[in-house]
C-alpha cells in the first residue's frame, strides 16, 4: 500500500535538493563558472570551452532560463564532468560506489541482525542483571563517533599489532585474483566493517529493546503463554517479530544513507568509496562531484522510503488497514 | 504530565553519572582559561613532545600544547551543541505547536515540510553547503539548528494535539482565551520535560556533527575543536603521540556524548512512561 501523501512528500524533498543544488553555485560571489566546476577546472580551461560551458549553462540568461538549461541536462543523466578528475561525474562515483555498498552494505547487515538478537535477548530479561549490563555497555559504546572508533581499531589492529592493511580497499599492484584477491578485499574490510558496525549496533538494540518492552506486556503474549508455548517460540515468533517493525524501519532509512553512512570511517581507513571520494572533493574543491554525490544520495534517500513504504503491510498487517 | 523529571533522573543510576560528566565538562570549559597552562593557539618549535609537566599531555605536530587545547575544545563542542540544542528546540516546539493549534492548511504545510525534511540526510546538505561557505561557529549553529528541528516539531504537534483536548485547555478556550495565550500558557508548559528530552538529544546530535565536521576539515580552522585536533592526531597514527593526542580527546568526546545519552536515557520514560523501571538503575 502507497499513499499519495508520501509522494508529495518526496517531491518536496526533491526539488528541495535540486534547488539547493542549482542555486548555491550561482548565489556565490564570483565567476559562477569556477562555482559550478571548481578550482581545477579555470586552470585548464581555454576561451573555446568556457564559452561552450557558459552556453550550455545558460549563464549568460536569466536565472529561470538557466533552471531551463539545467533540468534538460539533469534528465539527460547529465550529472556534470570533473577536472579533478578528468572525468565525467557520474563515472567517477560509480567507480567508486561498489565499496561503498560492500562496507555499508554488510556492516548495516550485521549491526541489525546482532542489534535485534541483543535487543530481544535483553528485552526478555528486563530488568535483570545481564539486561542492565548489556544495555549499560551498549549504550556506552554508542557515545563513541564511528570515526574515533576506527581510529582506535586502526590504530590497535593495524599499526601495532599489524595485522590488518592500514588504508585502502585492496593490495595495489599485487596483480591478486580468484581466492587470493577475494581474501584481500576481505582483509582490508575487516577494520572499517568492525568499526561501522560497532557504532551501529546499539541504535538497533535499544531500539528492538524498548518495543520488545512494551510487547511483552501485550495481552496476546498471555495468551501465548497460556497457549503453553515454549519460550523459544514465544520470545522470538510472538515478541521478537512484532519487535522488528521500528528496526526495519530505521535500516531502511540507513539504506538511504548508504552513501553518506560510512563518510568518516572510510575517510579514516582510505577506503575508497564514494564517502572518500566526496572528502577529496571537498579538499580540491571539486563542486561537480559533490553536487553529483549529493544527487545520489537524494535518489538513494528516496528509493529507500519508498522500499520501506512498501513492505510496512508484510511486515505488519494491521498497517495496510490503515489507508 | 505526572512525571518528575528531576526525581527520574536523580532515581536513575546512570542519569547521575550522565549528569556529573555533562557537569564536569562544563566546567572544564568554564574554566579553560585557568586550566590550560598555555594559549591554545600559541605555536612553537618544541612539537610532538610527550607529556611531561610541563606540557601535561605534550604537543603537538606545531607545538601546541594538548592539555590546554583539550580544554578550549571544550568550549567549540559544548557552544555549538547547547546552542543547536536551544535553537532547534524553540524552532520546533514553536512550528509543533502552532501546527497543532492553528491546524487547517498552515498545519498541513508545516507537517510536509518537516517530513520532506526528515528524509534527507543533514550531513549531507551541512556537507554541500560547508563546500561553498565555510561556515564560522555562529553560522555553523544556525545551519544545524535550520536542518534539525523536524524532528522535534513532529513530536511537539503530537503532544500539543492531545493536550489542545484537555479540560483545562477547553476550558481557558471557552473563556475566550486566544490561540498565543492558550500555547504559552496552557501547552507549552505541560511539554516541559518533552522539550528537555527533545533538548537533550539535540545537543548529542550537535556535538557529534561538530566534531565529524571538523574532522572532515569543513569547520572554521581558527577555532580549536576535538574533531580537528583528532584529524590532525590520525597523520601521526604511526608515532607513539595518539597516546596523548589522539586518545584523550576522543575520550573527551565520547564522554560528552555518553554523558549526554545517559541523561537523555533517564529522562525518557517521559515520552514513553512504559518504559519506566525497566532502565538500567
Known sequence: MFSKGNL???AIAF?????????????????PLMAIYGDEALITMTPELKAELVERFALDQPLWQQLGAYFVALFQGELGYSYYYNAPVLSVILGHLPWTL???????????????????????????????????????LNGFPDFFLGMLLLIAFGVTLGIFPLAGALTPYSGLSGLAWLLDVLRHLFLPLAALTLAHLAGGYLLTRNTMITVLKEPYMLTARAKGLSQRVLKYRHAGRNSMLPVVTRSGIWMGRVITGALFVELVFAYPGVGYLTYEALLARDYPIIQGVFLMVAIFVLAANFLIDLSYPKLDPRVSYAY | MHIDLKREIKESGPGKTGLIILLLMIAVALLAPVLAPYDPYQQSTASLLSPSWSHWLGTNHVGQDVWSRLAFGARTSLLVGFGVGTLATLLGTAFGVSAALVGGLYEKVVMRMVDAFIVIPMIIVVILISAYIRPGILTLIFLLSLLSWQGGARIMRAQA??????????????????RLYLAWRHVVPDLGPILLVEFIYGVRRAVFMEAGLAFLGISDPTVVSWGMMMRDALSFSYLDVWQWWLVPTGVALSLIIIGLTFVGHAAEPVIEPRLRGVGIA
Open chain 1, 15 to 31: 526539488l528541495f535538493i535540486l534547488a539547493l543544488n542549482f542555486l548555491l553555485p550561482r548565489m556565490m560571489p564570483g565567476d
Open chain 1, 102 to 140: 560492500l562496507l555499508v552494505g554488510s556492516s548495516l547487515l550485521l549491526s541489525t541482525i546482532l542489534g535485534i538478537t541483543l535487543g530481544i535477548e535483553s528485552g526478555w530479561r528486563r530488568g535483570s542483571r545481564t539486561d542492565r549490563a548489556m544495555l549499560a555497555g551498549l549504550m556506552s
Open chain 1, 8 to 10: 508529495v512528500t518526496y
Open chain 2, 161 to 178: 494535539l492531545s493536550l489542545k483536548e484537555r479540560g483545562h485547555v477547553a476550558a481557558a478556550r471557552s473563556f475566550g482565551a486566544n
